[in-house]
C-alpha cells in the first residue's frame, strides 16, 4: 500500500527567525493521523534565518539525525562536542539518558536549510553520544547511499534502532531500485526537486509511505535529493 503526504499538508511553524515544517505531529502541531511511522517520529524541514539558531535545550532518548541541505549548522553540546555542519554532512546525536545542545546559523548573509529527523530508540536510558561524516556528492549520485544503520556498515553513522537511511541523488535517467525485506516498510522524503516513486510523481517536500510492498523505485529525477528510510 502506498500513501502520500504532500509538502503542503504537513504543520508549519513561523517565528520569524525560524520557518519549520512538521511532517509528523510537533510542538504545537498536533494530527492525529500522523504521528510517526514506525519508529520514524520526527521530519523538520527547517529554515533559520542568519545570526539566530535554537539556544541550548536538553534531549533524551530519542536519536536525532540533522541533515543540511543549504547553509551551515553550528552545533555545540554538553558532552563537549562543537562542530559546524554543512551540505553532505550527516550528524547523529543519541541523546538517551539526557543531553543539552545548541544549534545556531552564526553566517552574517544566507539562510541554513537543513532536516531535523528523530527515530525512537530501541534501548533507553544509556550514555549520549555524537558522531558525525561526511558523504560526498558521487557516493549520491545514481545510487541509495546508507548514511545511518543500527550496525555503521558501509560507513554509516550508527543508530541504535532496526532502521536504516538512504539518502540519493537523482537525475535524468537514472533509476533506482530499493528491496524491502518482509515486513519492513518504507518512508521516502523528497527533500528538493522532483522524481517519481512507484510511478507517484513528488515534488520537494513531499512523501510517501509504503508497506506490504516488496520495492521502491525511484525514477524521473530533476535535481532530486532523496531521504529513504528502511523500518521494521
Known sequence: MLETRRAEERGLADHGWLRSFHSFSFADYHDPAHVGFG??????????????????????DME???????????????MGNGSTIVPGDVQRMSAGRGVMHSEFNHEPHGVTHFLQ????PDVRGIAPSYEQKRFAPEEKRGRLCLVASPD??????????DAFVYAALLDGAERVTHRLAPGRR???????GR?????????AGDALKATQVDEIVLEHGAAAEVLLFDLA
Open 64 to 78: 536525532i539525525i540533522s541533515y543540511v541541505l543549504e547553509g551551515a549548522l553550528a552545533h555545540r553540546d554538553s
Open 186 to 192: 518504507a518512508y521516502l522524503h523528497l527533500a528538493r
Open 195 to 203: 522524481l517519481s516513486a512507484n510511478g507517484v510523481p513528488l515534488a
Open 39 to 60: 519508529a520514524l517520529r520526527v521530519i523538520n524541514e527547517d529554515r533559520i534565518q542568519p545570526g539566530t539558531g535554537f539556544g541550548t535545550h536538553g534531549h533524551r
Open 152 to 161: 555503521g556498515r558501509e560507513g554509516s553513522v550508527t543508530i541504535n534502532q
Open 117 to 120: 529527523i528523530w527515530i525512537e
